[in-house]
């Protein structure tokens, strides 16, 4: 519902995306990931990882893979 709520707000986005998610989360399903990828449509760019696995913790549970990715970033 929260995503819907949101649609017209997707093609204002210009920024690079970067969509962190866990396959295995019981709080947001991984569809959100697709949906918000799919209605990103005015970003540079949307990259979703998908953390096989992993359930809604993945800041912590995946704190190194997540740092490393933004870190990747800045060079």
Do not use: Q, R
Request: aromatic fraction near 12%; hydrophobic fraction near 40%; charge should be negative.
């Amino acid at each position: 519902d929260d995503l819907i709520k949101l649609k017209n707000d997707f093609p204002k986005v210009v920024c690079p995306v970067y969509i962190f998610h866990g396959d295995k989360d019981e709080h947001v399903p991984v569809a959100n990931a697709t949906y918000a990828e799919k209605n990103l449509v005015s970003t540079v760019m949307t990259e979703s990882l998908i953390f096989y696995g992993a359930d809604h913790f993945i800041v912590w549970t995946k704190f190194k893979e997540i740092k490393n990715k933004l870190m990747d970033l800045s060079k």
